[in-house]
């Protein structure tokens, strides 16, 4: 395989795929009309604050991101509870609240970008105020555990986010990078000036073909199953899902795709993409006998809307941005995906 070839087709997939034949079209969307709010673009001198609402990450190891930023003609604004540490927390969890209340109302913070992810934001979530934020929406950038974030934004106020790599992706050394890390990294700045973005990926057998456009909404899968019922819960009805997952076994993927399958996430679905899904292994003597395809498969097999496996977003280096609460066009087929937003 050409590399660069393949990494060039992911940023931007310039050759489009024929349409004659290869897509069956999904009925119109009842929510066409349905649109988020788009926080403003960044411009050059706009400042970008980091935190750790989740995980810990050191100061030191947040340089690399705050220079590339930098160089990116951004200012950088560290939270003032950055760096500190309880146990696998980036602080306690009053010091992340604060952190994240503080960047929230700061008119002056035109993007909030999460150092890491790891585990934490469920416990805070509902002791932040978006009073504020809902006035002067600014960009939450993340992935992981910042699900949570853009599940309770999507749900509850219908303000657009970034689902990308974060501080703990940058390379230690932009000149050593590779291909796809600058093309991963460079997509977050690309999707905060308002670059469109256009993505494909490979064919796939257990692809189900078809075209559709609607807003694309997702995330971790364990953290959209876990909000179910809560007032954070993601609503996916006639959006497009994107979901992945890290570190988990196959039985466990299963019972929560169940979970929306039971409380109905699937069923009104515009379309379905299935990102990385880094698994741990199963016991031996105890394998569970069916793969993410299978389990997916059987969980879509009563609707008929697009579903496209292996796109490049998960805990995997291939993670490209992707802007939650944007319209997006997905075309499904024989020879690949392409998602592009609009």
């Given at each position: 395989?050409?590399?660069?070839?393949?990494?060039s087709s992911?940023?931007?997939?310039?050759?489009?795929?024929?349409?004659?034949?290869?897509?069956?079209?999904?009925?119109?969307?009842?929510?066409?009309?349905?649109?988020?709010?788009?926080?403003?673009?960044?411009?050059?001198?706009?400042?970008?604050?980091?935190?750790?609402?989740?995980?810990?990450?050191?100061?030191?190891?947040?340089?690399?991101?705050?220079?590339?930023?930098?160089?990116?003609?951004?200012?950088?604004?560290?939270?003032?509870?950055?760096?500190?540490?309880?146990?696998?927390?980036?602080?306690?969890?009053?010091?992340?609240?604060?952190?994240?209340?503080?960047?929230?109302?700061?008119?002056?913070?035109?993007?909030?970008?999460?150092?890491?992810?790891?585990?934490?934001?469920?416990?805070?979530?509902?002791?932040?105020?978006?009073?504020?934020?809902?006035?002067?929406?600014?960009?939450?950038?993340?992935?992981?555990?910042?699900?949570?974030?853009?599940?309770?934004?999507?749900?509850?106020?219908?303000?657009?986010?970034?689902?990308?790599?974060?501080?703990?992706?940058?390379?230690?050394?932009?000149?050593?990078?590779?291909?796809?890390?600058?093309?991963?990294i460079q997509?977050?700045?690309?999707?905060?000036?308002?670059?469109?973005?256009?993505?494909?990926?490979?064919?796939?057998?257990?692809?189900?073909?078809?075209?559709?456009?609607?807003?694309?909404?997702?995330?971790?899968?364990?953290?959209?199953?876990?909000?179910?019922?809560?007032?954070?819960?993601?609503?996916?009805?006639?959006?497009?899902?994107?979901?992945?997952?890290?570190?988990?076994?196959?039985?466990?993927?299963?019972?929560?795709?169940?979970n929306l399958?039971?409380?109905?996430?699937?069923?009104?679905?515009?379309?379905?993409?299935?990102?990385?899904?880094?698994?741990?292994?199963?016991?031996?003597?105890?394998?569970?006998?069916?793969?993410?395809?299978?389990?997916?498969?059987?969980?879509?097999?009563?609707?008929?809307?697009?579903?496209?496996?292996?796109?490049?977003?998960?805990?995997?280096?291939?993670?490209?941005?992707?802007?939650?609460?944007?319209?997006?066009?997905?075309?499904?087929?024989?020879?690949?995906?392409?998602?592009?937003?609009?």
């Amino acid at each position: 395989m050409n590399r660069k070839r393949f990494i060039s087709s992911l940023v931007t997939a310039g050759a489009a795929l024929s349409t004659s034949g290869a897509w069956s079209v999904t009925p119109t969307n009842p929510y066409t009309k349905a649109r988020h709010k788009i926080p403003p673009y960044l411009q050059p001198g706009d400042t970008i604050g980091i935190i750790s609402p989740s995980g810990y990450m050191s100061l030191a190891d947040l340089m690399p991101a705050v220079q590339l930023i930098q160089n990116w003609g951004f200012k950088v604004q560290i939270g003032d509870n950055t760096g500190k540490k309880d146990f696998i927390y980036g602080g306690t969890d009053e010091e992340r609240v604060a952190d994240l209340q503080q960047m929230l109302d700061n008119p002056e913070i035109k993007a909030i970008m999460c150092a890491r992810g790891g585990y934490g934001l469920v416990r805070i979530i509902d002791r932040l105020n978006f009073k504020q934020f809902k006035k002067n929406p600014k960009w939450i950038i993340g992935f992981s555990d910042i699900t949570a974030l853009h599940c309770h934004i999507n749900r509850n106020f219908g303000i657009a986010t970034l689902h990308s790599k974060m501080c703990n992706s940058f390379p230690d050394d932009w000149a050593k990078a590779d291909a796809m890390q600058i093309a991963t990294i460079q997509s977050i700045r690309q999707a905060l000036t308002g670059e469109s973005l256009n993505y494909s990926s490979p064919a796939c057998p257990q692809n189900r073909s078809g075209k559709t456009e609607a807003l694309l909404v997702g995330g971790n899968l364990s953290l959209i199953a876990t909000l179910s019922g809560t007032p954070s819960d993601l609503d996916t009805n006639g959006k497009i899902l994107f979901v992945e997952d890290t570190h988990e076994r196959l039985y466990n993927i299963d019972r929560m795709f169940w979970n929306l399958k039971q409380c109905g996430k699937l069923s009104h679905l515009a379309g379905l993409i299935i990102g990385g899904f880094q698994l741990t292994p199963d016991i031996e003597g105890e394998e569970f006998g069916h793969s993410i395809y299978d389990i997916v498969t059987e969980k879509v097999k009563d609707y008929d809307y697009p579903v496209c496996f292996d796109f490049p977003v998960g805990h995997q280096r291939n993670n490209f941005a992707l802007t939650c609460g944007l319209w997006h066009i997905l075309e499904v087929g024989t020879e690949g995906s392409v998602l592009k937003s609009v």
